[in-house]
């Protein structure tokens, strides 16, 4: 068998491979709750690889809603400091988006000044993605150039082909665990590679008819024209959008305990009032307007100027999540049309 090849994986292999990689891993996959697929840690219930992406990112598994940043104890009046060590993780079942959103975020956290918590998370990790062959009815991802195929930043990648899985490395981590369960592995077929290529230019068509691509520059006229008075009458302040999207990564740090304790980070929301506030009470972003128009800004303005790539994947979390059904690119396109 050629490792550096793609293989095929047929369905009912895939399963009998994440026990065996369970035994040293812990394996995160998406799988059903009360009907609706979520990631979870899998603990051998039905995988949910083709249903629509689950609503909560995986990314949350590199920056939680809460956690432990390190605990602190007190002895005689000095402290002492306890990390707290990171999982070995696999991830299977991540989308393009997401993994774009991760390429975004290790810019964000792992350039200039590294983020341990995250640094640490992201390199005991592997990801295993699986192409978007069946795209949902809110994604994008054609038009941010995140999707419907990884090009990019996974271990392994799978692409369904209906008889089984094209399975593809992306790295040293991927080709180890293609070596050391090979048995499980057969040589893929001109056909299947064929099959690919076909469902993911079939997936892309349909995400680009469904919604027409803006430049960037009519993104920032859509953002300048658009009247952020009247959105704010339809938004609940709910911060759902933020909470979801696999980009967003504010956050608030909190101790708790005494002397003992523990030091948390929770994710935040610039769309919050409260997140802006000064301790004087000064709120440069008082109206709810302002924050949303900050919101797009910071998708496809500021983190561009940062990173060299968008702020939005084109997952559609935001607006699956939104209470007042506000579709998030729609408030784009309306604006100058």
Known sequence: MTLNAALFLD????????????KTLEVVAPVYAEGEPVFATWKGEPLALDADNPLNSPVEFFLPQKEVLFKYVQ??????????????RLILGMRPCDLQAIKVLDEIFGTELPDHPYASKRMSTIIVALNCTSPGERCFCAQMGSGPAAEEGYDLLLTDVGSGYLVESGSPAGMFILRAHSHHFEEALPEHLKEKERLLSLAEEEITNRRPALTPEEIRRAI??????????RCLRCGGCSLVCPVCHCFSVMDRGVPDGERLRCRDSCVM???SRMTSGANPRAALGERLRHWYLDKFVY????????????CGRCSSVCLSEIDRWSILREAIE
Not at 11 to 22: D, F, Q, R, S
Not at 75 to 88: A, E, H, I, L, N
Not at 224 to 233: C, H, L, N, Q, S
């Open 224 to 233: 300048d024209e658009t009247d952020w008075g009247e959105v704010e009458k």
């Open 303 to 314: 983190i561009p100027e940062k990173t060299g790539m968008l702020g939005c994947v084109g």
């Open 11 to 22: 369905h009912e292999n895939l399963v009998p491979l994440i026990e065996e990689l369970g």
């Open 273 to 275: 009032a409260g997140f």
């Open 75 to 88: 002895c005689s009046g000095r402290y002492t400091f306890q990390d707290v060590p990171p999982k070995s």
